[in-house]
């Protein structure tokens, strides 16, 4: 299901959605440019939604460069409550992927979607997810950015992604630098490791989310023109 709240701003289409997956619904917003190439479908980290300050920053960023973004909730409401206390789904990186997954081949049918290039942007746990949903819909994704992310909790499903993929930490992030790089060797796709020189795991420091941004925007214009 499909709500247009905003025609067109500044060659934009934003519409807020709702995505149905095995009885449960999720929010988002999927906003494309005037002649956009693809669209980026964000997963976010654990504890985090759509509204992310971080994500909604790099999707503004993206936007900018000409390709769209799918911010989206990958947990239900009762969901997001019951994981605050218990923890239960945030690591449950099978489940985050399936709804990666299904994300993307319910976008694929939607209304002028045709020929547009599909792409994963994930955040902390987020990242591992977007790179098990990248390895089951090889061709399909066209390229996986990976901010502060867990790709170790890919696990086996790394030698099988086929997509460039570029892994963005912090240089203070010590702990997830290390698992990136562990990562990182397992991975047999066009891959890159590029640390954010000063940057901490959440990138707060000045001018550090804005690289990050930049980066992704330009992996993304590469691979998916």
């Known amino acids: 299901m499909r709500y247009e709240v905003e025609e067109r701003v500044s060659g934009r289409r934003s519409t807020e959605v709702q995505i149905s997956i095995h009885r ?21 980290g654990s504890g985090s939604s759509r509204r992310s300050p971080r994500n909604q920053f790099v999707a503004r960023t993206i936007q900018e ?37 299904a994300t993307a081949r319910w976008l694929r049918t939607q209304p002028g979607m045709n020929g ?59 702990v997830v630098i290390d698992l990136n790089r562990q990562a990182l060797a397992r991975l047999r796709c066009e891959k890159e490791l590029k640390i954010i020189d000063g940057a901490t795991h959440l990138f707060e420091e000045p001018g550090a989310l804005e690289q990050v941004a930049n980066e992704a925007a330009k992996w993304f214009n590469r691979y998916l023109a």
Do not use: M
């Not at 929010?27 to 964000?42: R, S, T, Y």
């Not at 769209?68 to 992927?97: K, M, W």
């Open 24 to 44: 449960h619904v999720l929010e988002g917003e999927l906003i494309v440019p005037g002649e956009a190439k693809g669209v980026i479908i964000f997963a976010h």
């Open 116 to 174: 547009l290039k599909f792409a994963y942007f994930g955040s902390s746990t987020g990242g591992g997810a977007a790179l098990v949903g990248a390895a089951e819909l090889g061709s399909e994704i066209q390229a996986v950015v990976s901010r502060g992310g867990r790709p170790d909790l890919a696990a086996e499903s790394l030698p099988r992604v086929q997509c460039p993929t570029l892994l963005l930490v912090g240089e203070l992030d010590e």
């Open 65 to 101: 460069s000409g390709n769209g973004t799918l911010l989206f909730d990958l947990l239900t409401p009762d969901e997001e409550s019951e994981d605050r206390y218990t923890g239960e789904y945030r690591f449950d990186i099978s489940l985050l992927a399936q709804r990666l997954v």
